[in-house]
């Protein structure tokens, strides 16, 4: 079973600054079968990264992700007010497990 | 526009069965395979389960912690889909959401619908 694990736990930040969200597998993540989800609060997630680094549609080109094996990242260039949410990172291979999340907080 | 309502949530005692229903529209319900997903409160995101279209059997999937459990099913000409929940614990205690669900990925959300189980 692979475990993700996403750090930091928390990252207080202020609108326009780089957000860069780290997500670490257990064991080596094969096909590229590695996910974000944004989940603002009383909100349901949605979808943003696919495949590693393929944003969803709509998704604007401030979120980027990248990594392989097991060391995976989700980058938000520049900070806008509704980018403040809580990021998970999934397998969504066998194991479909989820990371913990990331909070984004207003600093 | 997909839009993906959950309904049939509440409070049901330990041992007791619940089932939920999620109405789609917006897309062709019978081409899609569709997805369950839980949120404990203050919690993370847990993966309950999906059902694959009726072309590849409308066969299922469960986590471990809800298998022998939980069933999901589909009604293609309600464009329905259902979680028949069974032998219910506290700790099934999440909001439940419902996804249209292609190649392990869920593309959108239903807004959830909480279920508590207590006594």
């Known amino acids: 079973e692979i475990v993700l694990t996403q750090s930091p736990g928390t990252l207080s930040l202020s609108p326009g600054e780089r957000a860069t969200l780290s997500c670490r597998a257990s064991?080596?993540?094969?096909?590229?079968?590695l996910a974000w989800y944004q989940q603002k609060p009383g909100q349901a997630p949605r979808l943003l990264i696919y495949?590693?680094?393929s944003r969803a549609t709509g998704i604007p080109d401030r979120f980027s992700g990248s990594g392989s094996g097991a060391d995976f990242t989700l980058v938000i260039s520049r900070l806008e007010p509704e980018d403040f949410a809580v990021y998970y990172c999934?397998?969504?291979?066998?194991?479909?497990?989820f990371g913990q999340g990331t909070k984004v907080e207003i600093k | 526009e997909v839009q993906l309502v959950e309904s049939g949530g509440g409070l049901v005692q330990p041992g007791r069965s619940l089932r939920l229903s999620c109405t789609a529209s917006g897309f062709t319900f019978g081409d899609s395979a569709m997805s369950w997903f839980r949120q404990a409160p203050g919690k993370g995101l847990e993966w309950v389960g999906f059902i694959r279209i009726k072309a590849y059997g409308a066969t299922t999937e469960y986590a471990a912690s809800v298998k022998d459990r939980f069933m999901i099913s589909r009604d293609d000409s309600k464009s329905i889909a259902y979680l028949q929940m069974n032998s219910l614990k506290t700790e099934d205690t999440a909001v439940y959401y419902c996804?249209?669900?292609?190649?392990?990925?869920?593309?959108?959300w239903g807004q959830g619908t909480l279920v508590t189980v207590s006594s």
């Open positions: 495949g590693v680094s």
């Open positions: 999934q397998h969504y291979g066998s194991s479909r497990a």
């Open positions: 996804t249209k669900y292609s190649s392990g990925l869920a593309w959108s």
């Open positions: 064991q080596s993540i094969s096909s590229s079968y």
